[in-house]
């Protein structure tokens, strides 16, 4: 079964970036969409953004667009999310996901994804 490996979180200012990285281990990720959510004290899990299986399709929450970018490098079988101009409230834990479907070009249904990771923690202070 596939594992997932979230990195890159970590203390930053507001204004500042970041750039966080999901590993797959005990298998490939290529065949699959993934997507990162976050959770922030207090609060449930929401979506942020997700990619298409072969990378071409994105699909971003709303709130996130023009800040987040989500990309994907299969030959490595790794995810990542670079974070911009981050703010206080992009704090919380950020997991990767796999998508429970192969080959898929839609992305845009959060509930289509699962397998979580054990997250990475993002903390923007002032």
């Known amino acids: 079964q596939v594992q997932l490996v979230e990195s890159g979180g970590g203390l930053v200012q507001v204004g500042g970036s970041l750039r966080l990285s999901c590993v797959a281990s005990?298998?490939?990720?290529?065949?699959?969409?993934m997507a990162w959510f976050r959770q922030a004290p207090g609060q449930e899990r929401e979506f942020v953004a997700a990619i298409s299986w072969n990378g071409w399709k994105k699909y971003y929450a709303e709130s996130l667009k023009g800040r987040f970018t989500i990309s994907r490098d299969n030959a490595k079988n790794t995810v990542y999310l670079q974070m911009n101009s981050l703010k206080r409230e992009d704090t919380g834990v950020y997991y990767c996901s796999t998508q429970s479907i192969e080959y898929s070009d839609y992305v845009t249904a959060p509930a289509d994804f699962g397998s979580w990771g054990q997250g990475t923690q993002v903390t923007v202070s002032s």
């Open positions: 005990g298998g490939t990720l290529s065949s699959r969409g």
